[in-house]
């Protein structure tokens, strides 16, 4: 497939300054007219031919300026349509294409789900719809009419305001016309048709405009969408408040749909969802969708000023709205939630993921240089490694630089496609800054790793510490040049007291740049030996290498003022006895007695008074962070049996104290999804993991009562997942238990496709290949496929990573399988692979195979191939 590069973008030779489309819905022939006014680009090239993009579209007629084209006056193909001699001065081109949804696997385009209509057209589906300049620096202002039969599509949704509706006179179809009067890229563009029930409420921007914002869902689950409204609502506000922003059209729909490539999709007044993350009721939603559902209603909503207002001059700039979006949602859950317990759990997605996608083959900028295939680039990179940068810019800055850097960014580029650089200047603007040397974050692949060393002279009262970071060579770029990594630090008495000593470098704010290779900074009037907290609530997106014992993480963790740290710290000192026990290195039993006391002595004084934060601190690196930590020749048997042991050694040391919080943390009240119940129930459901891990008996007694009487999702769910860790009858009635129960609800039949997934026993590769003929089970729906073959492939580190190679070679089948009906979806599976050069030889050479088996076969995808060849490389 063809490379496309940063360095060769060039503005479009035409513009479209209007769109008018008909859409008559059919289910297998759908007849879109599209009349596009059109003019040469003053910036573009003149005497040049027209050339539309398309993708699997039938032409069926084309006029320029009324005037019907003959054979030879073009040339059509279902990728192109190509008008070799336009005019030179504005025209107008009418197109009639026939496109069927029904045969639209791929869920880009017009497709089907459930036997509704709709759109998703991010990043290069419109042309699936029409022959367009489909690109996103062509804005244009749409007029939408859609035409179904009333029965089969009572409801029909567009972009923008609706204008009129009405019946076809004489059939059985009826219209609507939806006008958008924002200038918009093809790729927001939307509209839905189908039997969709609503929930709906008035809302009141911050200037007084009347909106009406509505959620649309399946008939019957109407009260599933009550809690996506009222966090959609939350949003609106949050960002009137926080950023100024306010919503600018007369309606906001929201429609969930069950067959969806990925989370959600921002298009203009019309967000189209994952029905995973909008419905939600106690009985069927866990803790976490709901804190998802949140944060997604929020991102999409967020969209409308950083992606829709402001969109982005090409895909190399995905970033700039993804990264920036993702900062905002984040900003907004925090707000919404706790801080510090959400900026912990974003930063352990941004290591499972981020981290790891860093580390291996398929590493590359937040904003690449150049790709194959643009959909496989909608990455943790550039999404959560995009969010940090915006979050150091923030730290370097200032929150008052920050709010005013981007109030002048949306002034100045408000209904343009911008760039990075249009973004940082803005931020240059207003602080005269020189911001070109922190823009090699966006420029920079790979992980960044900072060591720490501190020294302390006890004579002269200083305490002097080393930096020196280093960033390790990634695809395409073998040699680095140093970044400006924020460093918020304080120091910390052995005695766990802040302390107030002096160093000129370090800003009022705490913060040191670190701009240099190596650099060295002192404080003066240090009175005693400190510990040194570095990197305060992960103000970098770096690694951190520190010469701290494990008794001097243990004060952070018991006094640091830095939650994150705190938390940090018991990580680490749990990580690097993981790493020892799985890599064969002897562990003394002092080490381990050491952990286990600080365990509990945390238990006994702090963990009540958070119980978020306190089950976070609880929850040991999973077997996937222990392998990235280890980072060559892994063995995940031995990982697994390594967590195991230390689990059980903290379980049975603090075992009165997990009894004592099973008990006391029991819910009597009715179920609320808020932060602080949610926290109750994790740290109750932790403490169970952690008791069963010590007593398995007494783990299954207590787990089965509360899979049987649980009166929510979280527990039962997290219940049962504690007896997936115990082999025999009682899992599996629990598991047949379950499947009864939840028979007709498919998103939480996800959840028990995920969980027997996740089993790490032999036997689990031929329970996945049944329950692949489950009933419930489909290879055409992604989020099916997701939470059975995702979740063994991403979750299951030994059985993925089998030493006989068939979790590869399933995870291969399946993966050749799923490409021929959804390439992104099989691109996103295959992404699996990623770690496979870190495994020991045995499993390296299997999954080279398998790998290899996959990029032999004709016909692959662009998505597949492009995935493939870049992680054989
Ligand atoms: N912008 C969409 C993602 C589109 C992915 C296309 N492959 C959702 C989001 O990030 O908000
Ligand atoms: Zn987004």
Redesign the pocket.
């Known amino acids: 497939a063809q490379l496309v590069r940063l360095e060769d973008y060039r503005p479009s030779d035409f513009l479209i300054d209007r769109v008018e489309l008909d859409v008559r819905l059919h289910p297998t022939m759908t007849k879109v007219t599209a009349t596009l006014s059109m003019r040469p680009n003053p910036a573009g090239r003149s005497d040049v031919p027209l050339v539309l993009d398309g993708d699997e579209v039938n032409l069926k007629a084309i006029a320029l300026d009324e005037r019907v084209l003959e054979v030879g006056e073009f040339e059509a193909s279902p990728q192109s349509l190509v008008i070799s001699q336009p005019p030179q001065q504005p025209f107008r081109l009418t197109i009639e294409t026939e496109i069927d949804p029904t045969a639209n696997t791929k869920l880009m385009g017009l497709y089907r789900s459930s036997g509704n209509y709709c759109t998703q057209c991010?990043?290069e589906g419109f042309r699936r719809i029409t022959y367009f300049l489909d690109r996103p620096d062509v804005l244009a202002v749409y007029t939408t009419r859609i035409e179904a039969e009333r029965v089969e599509a009572p409801v029909l949704l567009g972009n923008g305001n609706p204008v009129e509706s009405g019946a076809v006179e004489g059939t059985g179809r009826h219209y609507a016309i939806w006008h958008d009067p924002f200038p918009k890229p093809s790729y927001l563009f939307a509209l839905v048709g189908g039997r969709l029930g609503r929930v709906a409420k008035p809302f009141t921007t911050m200037s007084g405009r009347k909106v009406e914002i509505a959620v649309y869902v399946e008939p019957g689950k109407e009260h599933r969408a009550d809690y996506a409204l009222d966090a959609l609502e939350r949003s609106m506000i949050w960002d009137e408040k926080v950023f100024g922003r306010e919503y600018d059209l007369d309606v906001f729909n929201i429609v969930a749909v069950s067959d969806f490539?990925?989370?959600?999709?921002?298009n203009k007044g019309l967000n189209i969802f994952n029905d995973k993350y909008v419905l939600a009721s106690p009985e069927t939603a866990t803790d976490t969708d709901y804190a998802n559902i949140e944060a997604i209603i929020a991102?999409?909503y967020f969209?409308n000023w950083s992606g829709n207002r402001v969109t982005c001059r090409d895909w190399f700039q995905l970033c700039l709205k993804?990264g920036l979006?993702v900062f905002r949602d984040q900003e907004f859950s925090s707000d919404e939630r706790s801080r510090p317990v959400h900026r912990i759990a974003e930063v352990k997605t941004l290591r499972a993921r981020q981290f790891l996608e860093d580390s291996s083959p398929l590493s590359h900028p937040v904003r690449p240089s150049q790709y194959r295939e643009i959909?496989n680039f909608?990455t943790a990179t550039v999404y959560e490694k995009g969010a940090e940068i915006v979050r150091m810019l923030k730290t370097i800055i200032g929150d008052e630089d920050f709010r005013r850097g981007m109030d002048l960014y949306y002034e100045s580029c408000d209904g343009t496609a911008a760039t990075v650089e249009d973004f940082l200047k803005a931020f240059a603007d207003v602080t005269g800054r020189d911001l070109s040397h922190f823009s090699h974050w966006y420029a920079q692949s790979g992980t960044p790793r900072v060591n720490v060393h501190g020294h302390y002279d006890e004579a002269a009262k200083t305490y002097r510490i080393d930096f020196k970071q280093q960033i390790p060579p990634t695809p395409g770029q073998p040699t680095k040049e140093p970044m400006v990594i924020p460093v918020v630090l304080g120091l910390v008495s052995q005695d766990g007291q802040p302390m107030q000593a002096a160093c000129e470098r370090v800003s009022t704010r705490g913060v040191f740049l670190l701009d240099k290779a190596e650099d060295s900074i002192t404080f003066t009037g240090v009175s005693s030996r400190p510990v040194p907290s570095v990197f305060r609530g992960f103000s970098a997106p770096v690694k951190v290498s520190l010469d701290l014992s494990s008794e001097e993480l243990l004060v952070l963790l018991r006094h640091d003022t830095d939650a994150f740290n705190r938390w940090q710290a018991a990580q680490t000192v749990a990580m690097r006895m993981l790493v020892s026990l799985s890599t064969g290195v002897a562990v003394r039993d002092e080490e381990m007695n050491s952990l286990a006391s600080a365990f509990c002595s945390f238990m006994d004084r702090d963990a009540l008074s958070d119980p978020a934060f306190a089950a976070l601190v609880l929850t040991l690196p999973s077997e996937a962070d222990i392998a990235q930590e280890i980072g060559k020749d892994v063995d995940p048997d031995a990982i697994h049996r390594a967590r195991k042991e230390v689990r059980r050694h903290i379980g049975r040391a603090c075992f009165e104290h997990l009894t004592d919080f099973y008990r006391t943390l029991a819910e009597t009240e009715a179920y609320s999804p808020d932060a602080a119940s949610a926290g109750r129930r994790a740290l109750r459901n932790a403490a169970l993991d952690l008791l069963t891990a010590a007593d398995q008996q007494a783990g299954e007694k207590l787990a089965s009562e509360q899979f049987e009487t649980a009166s929510n999702m979280t527990d039962r769910l997290a219940s049962l997942g504690v007896l997936m860790t115990i082999p025999g009858m009682v899992r599996e009635n629990a598991i047949g238990d379950f499947e009864q129960r939840y028979r007709n609800e498919p998103l939480v039949l996800d959840k028990w496709f995920t969980l027997q997934a996740a089993i790490p026993e032999d036997t689990t590769l031929d329970r996945v290949k049944r329950l692949m003929e489950h009933p419930a089970f489909s290879i055409n729906n992604p989020n099916r496929v997701r939470s059975l073959i995702g979740s063994f492939a991403m979750l299951n580190q030994v059985q993925f990573n089998r030493k006989d190679g068939a979790g590869y070679a399933l995870l291969a089948s399946i993966v050749l399988r799923a490409d021929e009906l959804n390439p992104?979806l099989a691109s996103r599976l295959l992404t699996a692979f990623s770690t496979w050069k870190m495994m020991e030889s045995t499993r390296r050479s299997h999954a080279r195979r398998a790998l290899q088996s996959i990029a032999q076969k004709p016909n692959l995808s662009r998505d597949v191939g492009d995935i493939v060849n870049r992680s054989l490389e």
């Open positions: 991010e990043a490539n990925m989370g959600a999709m921002e991102h999409e969209h993804e979006t959909n909608y992104q």
